[in-house]
C-alpha cells in the first residue's frame, strides 16, 4: 500500500476564488488521479497526473477549470478555479501499487464547501 | 459508456448475519475487480481485489467473480455493526483505458446490533 497525505481536509471558500488541494505520497509512483465525490454519489475521474507529461481530463472536465501540477514522482496539486456552489463536493487524489499496478489507495480527502 | 452497477441498498442485516453485496460490470473484457468500503466522511479504503473466477477469501470477507455473467459480489460473514458503511465496487479498465477504476455508486450497509 502507499500513504497519502492530502491537504487541506476541508475548506469553505468564497465563489469565484480558486483552491489548491496537495497530494504527498510516501513512494515514487508513475500515476496520480484526482477524483471527485459529489454528495451521496460514488466517485469520478476528474484526470490522470504523470509525471513530467500533460494531466489527461476525462469527459466533462477541462484544464481551465482543474489545472493540474505533477512536478515530481511523489507529489501532485489540484486546483479548483473560479468556483461555484455546484463545486461542492470532495476531491479525493488516488495512487495505484501492489505487484499487479492494479489497486488503488486514496488519500484522506478534501471537503469543499463553496459559498 | 463503461458502467458498474450496484443496488443502492440501504441494506440492512443483524449482526453476526452474511451481507451480500452485488455488482454487475458492462465492459465484458475487464480484468480486475475490487470492493472498497467507505465510512461517512472518510476515504474509500480497498478490502479486496480479485482478478479470477471463483471465490476469494480474506477473513470474514469473501469476493466472488463469474466473468461469464459479468458479476461480482463481496460477502461478509459474522457481520458487526463496525461493518456498516457504503461498499463500492470498482472495475478497472481495458485495453487503452487499462488503468482507470469505473465505480459504482455503491451499497450502503447497516448492521443492526
Known amino acids: 500500500s502507499a500513504v497519502i497525505s492530502q491537504k487541506p481536509s476541508r475548506d469553505i471558500c468564497q465563489r469565484g476564488t480558486s483552491l489548491t488541494i496537495q497530494c504527498q505520497v510516501d513512494s515514487q509512483v508513475t500515476m496520480m488521479f484526482w477524483y471527485r465525490q459529489q454528495p451521496g454519489q460514488s466517485l469520478t475521474l476528474i484526470a490522470t497526473?504523470?509525471?513530467?507529461?500533460?494531466?489527461?481530463?476525462e469527459s466533462g472536465f477541462v484544464i481551465d477549470k482543474f489545472p493540474i501540477s505533477r512536478p515530481n514522482l511523489t507529489f501532485s496539486t489540484l486546483t479548483v478555479s473560479n468556483m461555484s456552489p455546484e463545486d461542492s463536493s470532495i476531491y479525493l487524489c488516488?495512487?495505484?501499487?501492489?505487484?499487479?499496478?492494479?489497486?488503488?489507495?486514496f488519500g484522506q480527502g478534501t471537503r469543499l464547501t463553496v459559498v | 459508456q463503461k458502467e458498474v452497477e450496484q443496488n443502492s441498498g440501504p441494506l440492512s442485516v443483524p449482526e453476526g448475519a452474511i451481507a451480500s453485496l452485488n455488482c454487475t460490470y458492462s465492459d465484458r473484457v475487464s480484468q480486475s475487480f475490487f470492493w472498497y468500503r467507505q465510512y461517512s466522511g472518510k476515504s474509500p479504503e480497498l478490502i479486496m481485489s480479485?482478478?479470477?473466477?471463483g471465490d476469494k477469501e480474506d477473513g470474514r470477507f469473501t469476493a466472488q467473480l463469474n466473468k461469464a455473467s459479468q458479476y461480482v459480489s463481496l460477502l461478509i460473514r459474522d457481520s458487526q455493526p463496525s461493518d456498516s458503511a457504503t461498499y463500492l465496487c470498482a472495475v478497472k479498465g481495458s485495453g487503452g483505458s487499462n488503468y482507470k477504476l469505473t465505480f459504482g455508486k455503491g451499497t450502503l450497509l447497516t448492521v443492526n446490533p
Open positions: 480479485i482478478y479470477s473466477n
Open positions: 488516488s495512487v495505484v501499487t501492489g505487484t499487479m499496478d492494479t489497486e488503488a489507495f
Open positions: 497526473a504523470n509525471q513530467g507529461s500533460e494531466a489527461t481530463y
